[in-house]
């Protein structure tokens, strides 16, 4: 199947820094992509939508100048975390959307765990 | 709005057992339904998937499950689980025409034991 890879896949930050999260598709072109934060133990949360060209489509509730997302190219889409705090420490996945209507399959990333100290 | 509902949040059972993982789901339009795997400290990888046609799917490690429209559900299940099988289990649902949105259910944890 195709591959999907996240950078880093883990970080530890101070408090009021900014962390950049990469995910990228390996072997195929994503117009689409999808960032989700999964906490301990719990459900993935939808966080945002990432189209290539265009910005992001956030759920209700995610703050957009918080976590900035950019997806500049069919291949990569990059979510920031600005300013972070510890209440931001979770893991973050990503997952690229692969054809469409019925042939459609979206992978996921290994994830990136980010802890805020 | 959609929702998916897994009823049990942890199932613990034997090596060489049968295994049913709960699914259902609320929607008011057409869905897709899936199942992922997440092994400790790993992204998801997709288990199978309900798209159309047929409604029992398969996955090539042994695992089926079937769309209950009726009951809307898309339950899981494998004949014989093995100790390899043990992961956390996440059902999700995208609606059509929706862009391929993912809700996801809250997660099944799989432990085999010997």
């Known amino acids: 199947g195709a591959v999907v890879s996240q950078h880093p896949s883990w970080v530890i930050c101070k408090s009021g820094t900014s962390v950049k999260i990469e995910c990228r598709s390996l072997d195929f072109q994503a117009t689409t992509m999808f960032w989700y934060r999964q906490f301990p133990k719990q459900s993935l949360m939808l966080m945002a939508t990432s189209n290539e060209g265009s910005k992001a489509t956030y759920e209700q509730g995610v703050e957009k100048d918080k976590f900035l997302i950019n997806h500049a190219s069919l291949t990569l889409s990059t979510l920031t975390v600005t300013s972070a705090h510890p209440e931001d420490s979770s893991f973050y996945i990503c997952s690229a959307r692969d054809g469409q209507g019925l042939q459609e399959t979206q992978y996921f990333g290994p994830g990136t765990r980010l802890l805020v100290l | 709005a959609q929702s998916v509902t897994q009823l049990d949040s942890q199932v613990p059972v034997f090596e060489e057992a049968p295994v049913e993982l709960r699914c259902n789901y609320s929607?008011?339009?057409?869905?897709?339904l899936f199942w992922y795997v997440q092994y400790p400290n790993q992204g998801l990888q997709l288990l199978l998937k309900y798209l159309s046609g047929s409604t029992l799917v398969e996955s090539i490690n042994g695992f089926e499950a079937e769309f209950n429209k009726s009951q809307t559900s898309f339950h899981l299940r494998k004949p014989s689980v093995h100790i390899s099988d043990t992961a956390e289990y996440f059902c999700?649902?995208?609606?059509?025409?929706?862009?391929?949105?993912?809700?996801f259910g809250q997660g099944t944890e799989l432990s085999v034991k010997p």
């Open positions: 929607s008011s339009v057409s869905v897709y």
């Open positions: 999700a649902v995208s609606e059509r025409g929706q862009g391929g949105k993912l809700i």
